[in-house]
């Protein structure tokens, strides 16, 4: 099929799709980059509970108030509404 001349000959059929697709790879960013942090504090968690010899104790217990207090700290909530609206743009 040859491209459109402007935008209003663009189908919903086409349209729809790739607006949703735009959208998951936005959201799928943005979980990536809030997830990794979370994940580092996991890990240095984890391994410095190994290394005092506390294999009984739940890592995510210890590892809860870092990541909310990261979250707090670096404005989590704007940060996140801030990439959610300039994904639009």
């Given at each position: 099929?040859?491209k459109?001349?402007?935008?209003?000959?663009?189908?919903?059929?086409?349209?729809?799709?790739?607006?949703?697709?735009?959208?998951?790879?936005?959201?799928?960013?943005i979980g990536?980059?809030?997830?990794?942090?979370?994940?580092?504090?996991?890990?240095?968690?984890?391994?410095?509970l190994?290394?005092?010899g506390?294999?009984?104790l739940?890592?995510?217990m210890?590892?809860?108030p870092?990541?909310?207090?990261?979250?707090?700290?670096?404005?989590?909530?704007a940060?996140i509404?801030h990439?959610?609206?300039?994904?639009y743009h």
């Amino acid at each position: 099929q040859p491209k459109p001349a402007n935008p209003k000959d663009v189908s919903m059929s086409t349209l729809i799709p790739a607006f949703v697709l735009s959208e998951l790879r936005a959201a799928f960013i943005i979980g990536f980059v809030i997830f990794i942090p979370f994940l580092i504090i996991d890990l240095v968690v984890s391994s410095s509970l190994m290394s005092m010899g506390m294999m009984m104790l739940p890592p995510s217990m210890i590892s809860l108030p870092f990541k909310l207090l990261l979250f707090v700290m670096v404005d989590g909530w704007a940060l996140i509404t801030h990439a959610l609206l300039a994904s639009y743009h």
